[in-house]
């Protein structure tokens, strides 16, 4: 029953470090998606993917980049870690297809801060 | 584009009472329509989906509908709880999921 898990769950990096940020599903979703939240902002897709091997570009794709290697797992990285990137990144997954079984599941964040 | 809007932004009610929350999006092109609730420093928990073709969802206290020609949804809490405190967001499905910017409630006791 563990759903989506994000791993780290806080960070603190310094500008110009680089990270990668894990999402971890367990439901045999096919979408999976990176947001980050900001105050004001709201949640702001940055990448997605539709399939294992696949991805995509979002509403805020600048300075992150996404792999998803295997289906159960999409991961996130900055490669040069900037102040702009103060964050809190939430991953979420969904089964393909528009009907009921297509609810999204969020994993619980990660606060990234980059000073 | 889609945009996502909710009023009011934050609400504050004694406890006992009914309420309801308002949600409207610009592209009737939807596919469904999600809600959800978030605690202060907490992940996104899903209350209730409703599909595009669907009027109305129900959980528990909970009702949902959704008018896609007009392009609004209302979320309807009954007697509400201190334990309802939280953050409500709802998000649209079409090529990827829009949120709106969430409507902050305060349930008193």
């Known amino acids: 029953n563990a759903g989506v898990t994000q791993t780290p769950k806080f960070r603190v990096l310094k500008t110009g470090q680089s990270m990668t940020l894990l999402c971890a599903q367990d439901?045999?979703?096919?979408?999976m998606y990176w947001y980050r939240q900001d105050p004001g902002m709201g949640l702001r897709l940055i990448h997605y993917?539709?399939?294992?091997?696949?991805?995509a570009k979002g509403e805020v794709p600048d300075g992150y980049n996404v792999s998803r290697l295997k289906k159960q797992n999409f991961l996130l990285g900055l490669e040069s870690a900037a102040p702009s990137q103060t964050s809190v990144y939430f991953c979420?997954?969904?089964?393909?297809?528009?009907?009921?079984?297509?609810?999204?599941?969020f994993g619980q964040g990660t606060r990234l801060t980059v000073v | 584009k889609q945009e996502v809007t909710q009023i009011p932004a934050a609400l504050s009610v004694p406890e006992g009472e009914n309420l309801v929350l308002n949600c409207s999006f610009t592209?009737?092109?939807?596919?469904?329509l999600q809600w959800f609730r978030q605690d202060p420093g907490k992940g996104l928990t899903s209350l209730l989906l409703?599909?595009?073709?669907?009027r109305e969802q129900t959980s528990g206290r909970l009702n949902a509908s959704l008018d896609k020609s007009s392009g609004r949804s209302t979320l309807y809490i009954a007697a509400s709880q201190p334990g309802d405190s939280a953050t409500y967001l709802c998000?649209?499905?079409?090529?990827?999921?829009?949120f709106g910017p969430g409507t902050r409630l305060s349930v008193l006791p």
């Open positions: 998000a649209v499905l079409g090529q990827n999921f829009v």
């Open positions: 592209d009737s092109a939807i596919y469904n």
């Open positions: 979420a997954s969904r089964k393909n297809g528009h009907g009921m079984n297509t609810e999204a599941f």
């Open positions: 439901m045999n979703h096919e979408y």
């Open positions: 409703i599909q595009s073709s669907q």
């Open positions: 993917s539709v399939g294992e091997g696949t991805t």
